[in-house]
């Protein structure tokens, strides 16, 4: 199994640009999560899916990011337009219910600089 | 909302047994400790969990105190290759297998 991967693994773009960061999850598994993590903050969720539903996306910053997942195997995470404080590495994670505990299984993660 | 409370780090000599500890004092019947950790750089990696009795698997021990308010993680036989950041995490049993990653404590291996 090639795990949860994670594209690009590096971006630097200025500020206002679009960002489009992309996750495929482990196939089979029916949750997908995407964190953020700053030194500031440590780690972030942001949003999780459950059968490609948004399930709780509290913790997405603002308006300005969108989370997708359009089917099992591909999920989105848009920022428009871009600020230097989103720098930050974004990873996607996801797991499979099993109706009590599990682990979740970790992409190597985004480095976002936006300048 | 800090369900967990970790040392921000610790030492522990190569070969040698690291115990990191954790307090959840506050925790509820059930809910599960997870253990994760993060080398640098890289995206967090699965431990080990437990809800009541201690667990064993190839990577470590898991000692959950009778009560349930702490917890320790032990690494056998520590390597270098351990030092990472270690998260304790609590999650209660219907909360799908969502995660909420505290400060953990970076745990330095020296040789």
């Known amino acids: 199994d090639a795990g949860v991967i994670q594209s690009p693994r590096h971006e630097v773009t200025e500020m206002g640009q679009e960002v489009t960061l992309r996750c495929k999850p482990i196939?089979?598994?029916?949750?997908l999560f995407w964190y953020r993590q700053t030194m500031m903050r440590g780690l972030e969720l942001l949003i999780y899916?459950?059968?490609?539903?948004?399930?709780?996306d509290s913790g997405m910053p603002e308006d300005r990011f969108s989370a997708k997942m359009p089917n099992a195997s591909f999920s989105t995470l848009k920022i428009q337009p871009s600020e230097p404080r989103d720098s930050a590495v974004y990873f996607c994670?996801?797991?499979?219910?099993?109706?009590?505990?599990?682990?979740?299984?970790f992409g190597e993660g985004s480095r976002l600089t936006v300048l | 909302d800090a369900k967990t409370t970790q040392p921000p780090s610790m030492d522990c000599a190569e070969g040698r047994a690291a115990n990191l500890p954790c307090n959840h004092s506050t925790i509820s019947g059930n809910e599960y400790v997870y253990w994760y950790r993060q080398i640098h750089s890289q995206g967090p990696q699965y431990i080990i969990h437990g809800l009541k009795n201690n667990e064993t698997n190839e990577m470590a021990s898991l000692i959950i105190t009778e009560d349930r308010k702490s917890s320790t993680l032990i690494l056998p036989h520590a390597t270098l290759r351990d030092t990472a950041v270690y998260y304790c995490?609590?999650?209660?049993?219907?909360?799908?297998?969502?995660?909420?990653f505290g400060g953990g404590t970076r745990l330095m291996v020296k040789p």
């Open positions: 995490i609590v999650r209660p049993f219907n909360a799908g297998n969502m995660l909420t």
């Open positions: 994670a996801s797991s499979f219910w099993t109706g009590g505990a599990g682990e979740l299984f």
């Open positions: 899916f459950n059968n490609n539903v948004p399930i709780d």
């Open positions: 196939s089979g598994h029916d949750y």
